[in-house]
């Protein structure tokens, strides 16, 4: 069955970065939209990134310039560079793929935190 897997959160001052990876398995990663969401607490999860089976990507207004989401089909993997992080970045973030057949985010991953301090 497919599965991903989230890694690479923690705590972070602002300003830091972090990178989280997402290794997707029982899938083939090209026939796959990737993205990336989060959901602070309290709040609706929302989409950060997102990047197509050719590469094009898509960012929220509240991330452009400081995140970039890449894709390596070879390794099935999908990443998320986070740059000059903000305290409003915490948030649980998840990695979720839509396949090419479909309208929807079939799968996501069990998620990762971000906690980023002032």
């Known amino acids: 069955q497919v599965q991903l897997v989230e890694s690479g959160g923690g705590l972070v001052q602002a300003g830091g970065s972090l990178s989280l990876s997402c290794a997707a398995s029982g899938m083939i990663l090209g026939d796959n939209g990737m993205g990336w969401y989060r959901q602070a607490p309290g709040k609706q999860r929302e989409l950060v990134a997102a990047?197509?089976?050719?590469?094009?990507?898509n960012l929220a207004d509240s991330v452009k310039g400081r995140f970039t989401i890449s894709r390596d089909n070879n390794k099935n993997m999908v990443y998320l560079q986070m740059n000059s992080l903000k305290p409003e970045d915490t948030a649980v973030y998840y990695c979720?793929?839509?396949?090419?057949?479909?309208?929807?985010?079939?799968?996501w991953g069990q998620g990762t935190r971000v906690t980023v301090s002032s």
């Open positions: 979720a793929a839509t396949p090419f057949y479909s309208d929807s985010w079939d799968y």
């Open positions: 990047i197509t089976w050719s590469g094009s990507t």
